[in-house]
């Protein structure tokens, strides 16, 4: 498993995780020595805030969105199809 990969599987892991077992989690970090030193370091940038994985998820009242998209863009930038 690469690390990219181990690093996106552990982000939907958390995702998934209730409040209560995010905690645990938390705490189990905090408890191993090699982990808990980053766990505890102030990030160096703000935190980014990621989407949520139901984003667009909803009725625009025009239809099926993805059936229409090339005439969707075509009339936001004023081309024909």
Request: hydrophobic share 35%.
């Given at each position: 498993?690469?690390?990219g990969h181990a690093h996106e599987e552990l982000h939907h892991l958390v995702?998934?995780?209730?409040?209560?077992?995010?905690?645990?989690?938390?705490?189990?970090?905090?408890?191993?020595?090699?982990?808990?030193?980053?766990?505890?370091?102030?990030?160096?940038?703000?935190?980014?805030?990621?989407?949520?994985?139901?984003a667009g998820i909803g009725a625009s009242g025009e239809g099926d969105l993805?059936?229409?998209?090339?005439?969707?863009?075509?009339?936001?930038?004023?081309?024909?199809?």
């Amino acid at each position: 498993m690469s690390a990219g990969h181990a690093h996106e599987e552990l982000h939907h892991l958390v995702d998934r995780l209730s409040p209560d077992q995010a905690r645990r989690l938390l705490r189990l970090v905090k408890t191993d020595p090699e982990l808990a030193e980053t766990a505890d370091k102030e990030p160096s940038e703000p935190v980014r805030r990621r989407r949520l994985s139901i984003a667009g998820i909803g009725a625009s009242g025009e239809g099926d969105l993805s059936e229409r998209v090339e005439d969707l863009l075509a009339e936001r930038f004023n081309r024909s199809v």
